[in-house]
């Protein structure tokens, strides 16, 4: 395996460490500034993201803290913002459900002086509903000042013994791959919805989203959608139209549609972007182009414990019908595009059982001691005028301690820039130019290719 860690590296703008995980979005104020949020913190940036403020804590007007996922550059008034985010241990009284530890409520905040002050919390979350979540970085506002939020909820199942664990050899030293994919549980998407700048929220008609592959199949898991807005397209005959992404176990990243600004939306549909169980994130450009960024991964590299080791972007020029112009943001791999596999679930061949039970029956074919690991996933992106701010959480590389036997992952560095085990920046964040994911040239539209078909919800 050759190692090409980023497409075209030498057009990159600007390259930044962060301490925040994956919990960043960003919004564009009237004043040209950006504005970033993450978590409980939120910081500007008046140069299109090279450098930012310093830091200062969100609580709303009750002194509580505020924790975001989401910001939001609302309609409704010269200073509004608004943020989504989530409390935790919702009380037993407002639902039958445990906490089960999926997040809790999803709850809105609003701004009426540019984040200055901000309100009480707004409920989402159905109530008696479950507990509910909703992905960094992915609600939004539409054209008409809808504000739209996609989330999920997730219930696990009891199970009565040790999940197994997934990983690998790396240099003769055992690390895991991934952190909960074999979790059992049921998970599906709804999507809210609010006219009145978050004040109230409705949910979306038609019940939940979910994947049933047949009639007669069992219900696959989805969650973690990411939506964006399409123009409308008169010469097509096509009104403004939401597309859904979203999360699954099947090998691909699954789509579903809205053509009446989210009160309903079609079934969940494969797209043709190979993916592992991962969120990725889609997103408008100014030129109407569809902008995909997520874990792009194959069936054979996945079996081989590959988990998360290549963040990618991907244009579509037709609504997201036909993707091109495949890129690496980071990777370990040095192919750029990964021709989609079969719809099915796939597990990496390496599951190793708790102490206690026998081993796992696995194909050795796919059991290997690589040289190396990287972990790169949850990416939020910022699309400006002629830029594209990407943030993603980074495990980074893995390396050998040289006083013990212990592997370290080279993203984990204090702010001086030492490396340690236990404190440090995880977020990287990478400012390119919008021809960057055009490989280079300048964006164009292309005159054979016709919009997609929307299906009708």
Partial sequence: ???????????????????????SSFVQLDDGRILHTSGGVSNFSEDGGLTWSDQRFLKDTNGDDIFATSVLKLRDGKNALGIVGKIRN????????????AGGWVVSWRSDDLGETWSPPMRLTPPGFFNTISLQDSAIVTSTGRIVVPMFFQVPCVEDRPMPWAGRLV?????????????????AIVVCHSDDGGRTWQCNQGGMLFIMQDMNS??????????????????AGLPPRLMMIMRTHLGRLFQSWST??????????????ASVSAPGQIRTLPNGHLLCVWNQQSED?????????????????????????FQNIESMHDTAWVAPGPIRVVRPAGLYAPPGQPAIECDPAFIENSPADGRWTYPSV?????????SYSAAGYLEERDDVAQMYRTATRDMHGRKDLNHGDTQRRKILPLKWFYGGREPADHPGLKPCFVPMS
Avoid at 382 to 390: A, H, K, L, Q, Y
Wanted: proline share 10%; net charge negative.
């Fill in 260 to 273: 009446d600004d989210g009160e309903t939306w079609c079934e969940p549909q494969p797209t043709m972007l």
């Fill in 301 to 325: 590299e996945f079996k081989r414990g590959y988990v998360r080791t290549r963040i990618s972007s991907a244009i579509s020029r037709n609504g997201g019908g036909i993707w091109e112009f």
């Fill in 171 to 187: 240099r003769d030293q055992w690390v895991s791959t991934i952190g909960h994919h074999f979790d059992k549980g049921i998970t």
């Fill in 218 to 235: 069992i219900c696959r898991k989805v969650n973690e959608p990411s939506v964006t807005e399409l123009p409308a397209d008169p010469d």
């Fill in 382 to 390: 910022f699309v400006g005028d002629d830029r594209v701010i990407v």
């Fill in 90 to 101: 919702a009380p037993p009284a407002e639902t039958p459900y445990p906490d089960f530890g």
């Fill in 1 to 23: 395996m050759t190692h090409q860690p980023m497409t075209l590296p030498n057009l990159l703008i600007s390259e930044q460490w962060h301490p925040y995980s994956h919990t």
